[in-house]
């Protein structure tokens, strides 16, 4: 077990080596502008970004490779999956040389507002990564910082195997790895430079310590260890406050599980403490809408805003847009929004995925009636409690966001990857509630391996539409805007690391089918 999941690991970084590479520039999600604060962080050594943040030889190339943004952030992308910058006869394409000609006193010449002025932490590790290579082009630098985000990838779904077997077998436990670290959309995000990449590691270590705690109880270690955690998680982005609502549970659980806590007077005691230390917390925005009409709403750049939109009908905004776009944009959505996954492919991952919630009521309702509540029952309690904190905090930032802006902030799927590691073990159990006990394990393995199935079709899907697939053009195309050491023929090799792990990994499951069968 221990060999297969170091090749599931080097098969995860195959992957995300091969998508770094044949993803064009700043074209993962807001790339420039996290690259900018990369950028910016290691050229001038300090954190606190000014208000002009993005340097001019970044805002010169996406001039060059058609990204630069209109005042409604559109690029020539947006909503044109047709387009494409014109490529060249040869490995080097048409600006390639200007953008490397760009002089280095641009890297420190900031010209406009772009870079994300997040939280430090993660722009200090990939800024020591672009320092490794800082005498390069911005090619070399933005690419080397890409090889970040596939390793730390490569940790979440180490942590989720960790963890999952506290869950499940361990064939199962690889399962939820490869669910997680073969997801088209996860995928895609940590193929490029950003924050969310971190974050999204962070989190799913908390869960992790939520999880040991539920399955082995409460203990100083665990309880230091969320702890810095969540830490980490404020040094890496604003939104870390939901860390703490999120593991949270996981503790309640614990001692509700060992008999500590019961439904009597000391519960009602501690439930009505809780409760005051909300309404104690909400005091400021329940005395402003009191004597104002009005709320403020943390982290969303808005002053004192009156309730023009109400809660129920942001609620049924959200649910609408959550089914017409987040849930199809969870499992793939390219190109600055303007490619999602073909139609019939998004049909068939929306059905999974509302089909595993209608698994899990019935995993519940099964769990009650045989009364064989269990460790896992807890889990996928556990599961469903931060999956729906992280919904609720999201929806109430796009609350205060279309109250102060007057529009939606415009949530995607992939916002939701901090918790995706729960979102799996949802998937898979309530997907395996609706066959018989005989069929789960098969039924786990077929999901992995259309997993896999899905984020090479994915991916061909994505690079198909920036290249055209046709040997030698494919890989001239994708060889430019490039470092010289990820161009034709190394990113043939690269592309074929990625398929020959993929399908080494098929090949495994496919194997532990016929020995079970023979067996």
Not at 332 to 341: D, E, Y
Not at 487 to 509: E, R
Request: aromatic share 16%; net charge positive.
């Amino acid at each position: 077990m221990n060999r297969l999941i170091f090749l599931l690991l080097l098969a995860v970084f195959a992957k995300q080596i091969a998508w770094s590479v044949f993803v064009p520039l700043w074209q993962t999600p807001d790339e420039q502008a996290h690259y900018g604060q990369v950028n910016f962080t290691s050229e001038l050594n300090i954190n606190e970004l000014t208000t002009q943040n993005q340097s001019k030889e970044i805002a010169s190339s996406e001039n060059f490779l058609g990204v630069m943004r209109d005042s409604l952030g559109n690029n020539r992308y947006t909503y044109h999956p047709e387009f494409n910058i014109p490529y060249s006869n040869s490995v080097t394409g048409i600006y390639e040389n200007e953008i490397k000609r760009i002089p280095k006193l641009n890297r420190t010449e900031f010209v406009f507002k772009e870079a994300t002025n997040y939280p430090p932490l993660y722009y200090r590790i990939a800024a020591g990564v672009n320092n490794l290579v800082k005498e390069g082009s911005l090619f070399d630098r933005v690419f080397a910082a890409r090889i970040l985000s596939g390793l730390i990838l490569c940790a979440i779904v180490y942590f989720v195997f960790k963890t999952s077997r506290l869950i499940k077998n361990n064939h199962e436990a690889l399962v939820l790895a490869i669910l997680v670290g073969w997801q088209p959309m996860l995928t895609f995000v940590h193929s490029g430079v950003t924050s969310d990449t971190l974050f999204n590691l962070l989190f799913t270590c908390l869960i992790c310590v939520g999880i040991k705690i539920i399955a082995q109880g409460i203990s100083v270690t665990k309880l230091l260890a969320a702890l810095v955690i969540i830490i980490l998680g404020f040094m890496t982005k604003p939104q870390a406050n939901i860390m703490v609502f999120a593991f949270f549970p996981s503790i309640v659980i614990s001692l509700f599980k060992q008999g500590k806590i019961k439904f009597n007077r000391q519960f009602i005691i501690l439930l009505a403490v809780a409760l005051a230390v909300i309404i104690i917390g909400m005091h400021q925005i329940l005395s402003q809408f009191l004597l104002t009409g009005g709320i403020r709403i943390p982290n969303t750049e808005g002053g004192l805003i009156n309730l023009s939109v109400t809660p129920l009908e942001h609620v049924q905004f959200t649910l609408n847009h959550t089914y017409r776009e987040v849930l199809p944009w969870y499992w793939g959505v390219f190109r600055w929004l303007s490619l999602g996954l073909p139609d019939w492919l998004r049909q068939v991952t929306n059905l999974l995925t509302l089909t595993s919630f209608v698994g899990i009521i019935l995993y519940l309702f099964n769990q009650f009636r045989r009364r064989t509540i269990d460790s896992q029952f807890w889990i996928v309690i556990y599961s469903l409690i931060s999956i729906f904190v992280y919904f609720i905090a999201i929806s109430i930032f796009d609350f205060g966001f279309r109250q102060s802006h007057g529009f939606s902030f415009g949530i995607q799927g992939r916002y939701f990857f901090p918790v995706i590691f729960p979102q799996m073990i949802i998937f898979l159990i309530g997907l395996q509630e609706l066959v018989p006990f005989k069929w789960r394990s098969n039924l786990g393995k077929l999901l992995a391996m259309g997993m896999i199935g899905l984020s090479i079709g994915a991916f061909f899907w994505l690079v198909g539409s920036y290249y055209q697939l046709q040997w030698p053009v494919f890989f001239i195309q994708a060889s430019q805007y490039k470092p010289v050491w990820i161009k034709f023929p190394i990113n043939l090799l690269i592309l074929l690391m990625y398929i020959i792990s993929s399908a080494f990994i098929l090949g495994t499951w496919l194997k532990i089918f016929y020995d079970k069968k023979t067996s």
